[in-house]
């Protein structure tokens, strides 16, 4: 293969993540590794004090899982994949967060995204925007949707 072969044949095997879509990818697995030791750790010692509390923190492990696997991938499913599992995370984050703030009865230990992820230093709250904002971004290329 000639060195201009390897430079036409580069956008198609070069990895998609470069950049911040690295520190993005990174920081949703330090969050699922978080959420999920966390929804372990309360589903396992004390479920019984807050169910649907630890179940949400349990999901949030779960997106957050999915999401970082969704960004890594290639193609136009996981592209799809990281965008329904981010908008869904935003979701959460929004709707979990209100609903912590309104009626604190309705969380009496706190989630993943309680008070708009105050716990994780407001990660939670910020991290889909930006995961929104760089999958607009980066669509997926025409050389991604034959792989």
């Known amino acids: 293969m000639t ?12 990895p998609r993540m470069s950049g911040i879509g690295r520190v993005l990818v990174a920081v949703y697995a330090v969050l699922a590794l978080a959420a999920t030791g966390r929804s372990f750790v309360q589903i396992a010692t004390k479920f019984d004090e807050a169910p649907l509390a630890y179940l949400l923190s ?9 999401a970082t696997v969704a960004l890594i991938r290639r193609g136009r499913a996981w592209y799809v994949v990281a965008w329904v599992t981010i908008v869904f995370e935003f979701t959460g984050v929004l709707v979990v967060g209100t609903l912590s703030l309104v009626d604190p009865a309705l969380f009496p230990h ?10 994780y230093l407001f990660i939670p709250a910020v ?9 607009a971004r980066h669509p997926v290329r025409r050389a991604e949707v034959v792989e």
């Open 3 to 14: 060195e201009v072969d390897r430079t036409v044949d580069a956008p198609a095997t070069r």
């Open 58 to 66: 349990a999901l949030a492990a779960v997106v957050y899982v999915l």
């Open 110 to 119: 706190d989630t993943v995204w309680s008070a708009f992820g105050r716990g």
């Open 127 to 135: 991290l889909p925007v930006l995961g929104m904002w760089w999958l």
